[in-house]
């Protein structure tokens, strides 16, 4: 009954592979995002996107390519993985674009890179 | 650019005692404030969040926020933790006509039993 899914919950690999973070929700929102929390707990936004259109990217490396086959995913595919990309990413969903709205977190995905 | 502060990063306190965590945004027009809370092991979740009318924001298990615009600020209060409150404690705001939230760095709450 998760309303928000990620998978997989831990990731380890070595510097310049290729991975991907999926990420489900079934809650019915049109808008869902991804947040990065580094090592010091800091989260910060990495993209979000309202009925599977992209509408922030904040100056994200190009490595990073979301994508969104319909509203209920967004996944998250990282290219030439580097040690600076260790860190915790979170999906999260809300209802859709209005700031009233509550975003909705998943469990996050922890990320080690070798 | 928008920011938000949260000077205390760690913070210890015995049960039953009060909290006050301390939350400060730079963003001169209209805000949207929040907090979640982050259990150990677990995902992030909203306590509480304050969009207009009464400044004084109830939230749920017994948090409370008060959002003084004069200060720029939307601290975070309980009259009396419980261990079961040990966390990592987020304030976020969302500025313009969409959403982006903006999080400050957390303060992580230490309870004794």
């Known amino acids: 009954d998760t309303a928000v899914s990620q998978t997989p919950k831990y990731l380890v690999t070595q510097m310049g592979n290729d991975k991907s973070i999926k990420c489900e929700q079934n809650l019915g929102h049109d808008t869902m995002y991804w947040y990065k929390q580094d090592s010091k707990k800091f989260l910060k936004i990495m993209f979000s996107?309202?009925?599977?259109?992209?509408?922030i990217n904040e100056t994200v490396p190009n490595r990073f390519s979301p994508k969104s086959p319909d509203k209920a995913h967004l996944n998250l595919h990282i290219n030439s993985l580097e040690l600076g990309d260790s860190a915790v990413y979170f999906c999260a969903s809300s209802q859709d674009l209005a700031v009233q709205e509550t975003q909705y977190f998943g469990p996050g995905t922890r990320l080690l890179v070798l | 650019a928008q920011s938000v502060s949260q000077h205390n990063h760690h913070v210890i306190l015995s049960e039953a005692a009060s909290l006050e965590l301390g939350c400060n945004y730079s963003?001169?027009?209209?805000?949207?404030l929040f907090w979640y809370v982050q259990y150990p092991g677990q995902h992030l979740q909203l306590l509480l969040k304050y969009f207009s009318g009464d400044p004084l924001v109830k939230g749920i298990k017994g948090f409370e926020a008060e959002f003084i615009k004069s200060k720029f600020s939307f601290n975070l209060r309980k009259p009396s933790v419980q261990w079961s409150d040990t966390a990592e404690y987020f304030c976020a705001v969302n500025v313009g006509g969409f959403q982006k939230l903006v999080f400050g760095t957390g303060t992580r709450l230490l309870v004794s039993p």
């Open positions: 996107y309202n009925n599977k259109e992209l509408i």
């Open positions: 963003y001169g027009g209209t805000v949207n």
